[in-house]
């Protein structure tokens, strides 16, 4: 039985290092049996990819005619995620035989001129990534090529399989890690003779289950999309290990089942994860797909899931942020989000959050973080979590401060407060939400409160200085398939879905409501998509400051809709 050791150099040379150790590894041939294709794609992706449409991180170089490794590289981002070979699930969604010839071709290219340790691919995430995908689809990779060909694929898959039983170790915690030891497991128990090489793989992916995946079924980064990627990582892992005849660790087992009704609570009627944190919506199918692999049956209960609360009724959804953003390593890429919320109504997003802009650039990810981005209130030029200099963590993270859920014959009741502005301005911000027993009207009352000796003068020395009072806004992000118009002479917002229902949207008329423009950005698309945000502005000139407001379907809007018009992921022709 082969043993895993780590080698301590680090970097690119480290890996380098490793890669050329694995070339001496004996070359397994063949696979133990006829792995099946996992790994779901986009149709439309895979056509934009024939055509020579490369769209890698939120940037898109144009080559027709010319492999995916010729293509210029615009930086470093758009290159590693080329060298994951996802794009082999999009080739493989569209199926004929140009994809095929393409899979194919940039694969064997990608043998001869990487294979032996070059270029930007040599990570251990990355690795565990690529593994994946040319175990997923080896009929795919494999058909019509000669034996010479054959051999080198299995040469390329061997050698990556010796150089991940090395660096798995130097994968960072957390997702990537979980990457690089699925990948391993899934690839040196496929090849003929090379299932000694997971025993520490094994035993790592149990310590990382204890770990990573709290009891509630949640990961660090509080990223739903995330611990979609990580609970289909360990249905793989488990479904190779059972293919094997080798037994399914109880952590990974028991992480699995802590999992599955996690991502449930995080659902929206139509499918989606919310989106919060970094993360999408998820590739269609993707989660039903990894549900029904699990074969953990039932939903999750009353209580916050992963730092979200989810209220459900007819065919409603609303889903909370009502936890603090994550902090140290998993908070480099978390939102001010605290109490914000979304809601979909059956198939359709209404109530969005911006959504991740790190593929749109550096000032598009910083924007999409802060609180003005998602669907709840914001002071003035103030997030309610706030970033240091130059650090991509969180410095000051909005505390929760109070949390109650209830449910009554009138139904679902939400109520909540978080201090994100206490030591700044001596303000909480409090936010009531009920969501009837229909799914046909969301009530929400949002209060500013200075509520102890302490917060009142901090507040008071503030006004002094302000006497106007300290402004701010409840911003309601709509998706950007909603048909939205101001109505009732500008004190109400009319919006209509695609699926003929009609919501109504109307306040107290303490706050001044517009109808500002908005952004939503989306994994998949060259630039922000515009749309627009419903916003509620007023100042706070008091120790106590409440807004009232309602979302609700409109009286001839019908209980049931049949709404079958779905569009596919647009991707840029």
């Not at 209830?406 to 001596?426: I, R, T, V």
């Not at 419903?534 to 049931?560: M, N």
Request: glycine share 12%; net charge positive.
């Amino acid at each position: 039985m082969a043993v895993i050791t780590h080698d301590r150099p680090t970097g690119s040379f480290g890996n380098r290092l490793a890669v050329w150790r694995a070339g001496f590894a004996r070359p397994s041939l063949t696979f133990r049996s006829q792995p099946e294709p996992r790994s779901i794609g986009l149709f439309a992706r895979g056509r934009q990819l024939v055509a020579g449409n490369f769209l890698f991180a939120g940037k898109l170089v144009q080559a027709p005619g010319v492999a995916v490794w010729d293509a210029p590289a615009p930086d470093a981002d758009f290159a590693a995620e080329a060298q994951g070979f996802v794009w082999l699930d999009d080739l493989a969604a569209f199926g004929d035989s140009v994809a095929r010839k393409r899979a194919q071709d940039w694969t064997y290219g990608w043998i001869a001129r990487f294979g032996r340790g070059q270029g930007p691919g040599w990570t251990p995430e990355l690795t565990g990534r690529r593994l994946i995908r040319w175990v997923n689809h080896s009929v795919l990779l494999l058909q019509g090529r000669d034996k010479a060909q054959a051999d080198a694929y299995f040469r390329a898959l061997t050698v990556q399989t010796h150089y991940l039983a090395r660096r798995w170790s130097r994968a960072t915690p957390g997702l990537p890690r979980f990457e690089a030891l699925t990948g391993l497991i899934v690839a040196a128990l496929a090849l003929e003779g090379k299932a000694g090489l997971v025993d520490g793989a094994i035993a790592a992916l149990s310590r990382d289950c204890q770990r990573e995946v709290d009891a509630g079924g949640g990961i660090p980064t509080r990223n739903p999309e995330d611990l979609l990627e990580v609970f289909t990582l360990l249905n793989w892992a488990a479904q190779a290990l059972i293919e094997a005849g080798r037994a399914v660790p109880k952590e990974v087992t028991d992480a699995i089942v802590r999992i599955a009704p996690t991502l449930r609570a995080l659902r929206h009627a139509d499918g989606g994860l919310a989106r919060f944190h970094g993360g999408g919506r998820g590739i269609e199918g993707r989660l039903d797909a990894a549900l029904a692999a699990s074969g953990v049956r039932g939903g999750g209960g009353g209580l916050p899931a992963m730092g979200f609360v989810r209220l459900a009724s007819g065919r409603t959804t609303v889903i909370v942020d009502a936890a603090s953003p994550p902090d140290g390593r998993a908070g480099g890429e978390a939102h001010a989000s605290t109490l914000a919320f979304e809601l979909t109504s059956g198939r359709r997003p209404l109530i969005v959050s911006s959504g991740s802009g790190r593929p749109f650039g550096e000032d598009w990810h910083l924007a999409g973080r802060a609180t003005a981005s998602h669907s709840t209130l914001s002071i003035d030029g103030s997030s309610s979590s706030r970033l240091g200099k130059g650090g991509a963590e969180f410095a000051t993270r909005a505390p929760m401060t109070a949390l109650q859920l209830a449910q009554d014959a009138s139904g679902h009741h939400l109520s909540s407060a978080h201090g994100g502005w206490q030591a700044s301005h001596g303000l909480t911000h409090a936010r009531i939400l009920t969501l009837d027993g229909q799914g046909r009207r969301l009530t929400g009352t949002d209060m500013l409160e200075a509520r102890s000796p302490s917060d009142r003068k901090r507040l008071a020395g503030i006004l002094a200085q302000n006497p106007e009072g300290i402004g701010f806004a409840i911003r309601f992000h709509l998706h950007p398939d909603v048909d939205v118009a101001l109505d009732m002479g500008g004190n109400a917002v009319s919006m209509a879905l695609k699926s003929g229902e009609i919501w109504v949207f109307r306040h107290d008329g303490v706050a001044k409501l517009t109808l500002d423009p908005s952004v939503y950005l989306e994994k998949g698309r060259l630039q922000p998509r515009a749309t627009r945000q419903i916003v509620l502005s007023a100042p706070a000139g008091s120790f106590e400051t409440r807004i009232g407001w309602t979302l609700a379907k409109a009286q001839d809007t019908p209980l049931a809709i049949r709404d079958l018009d779905r569009e596919e992921l647009s991707v840029p022709d």
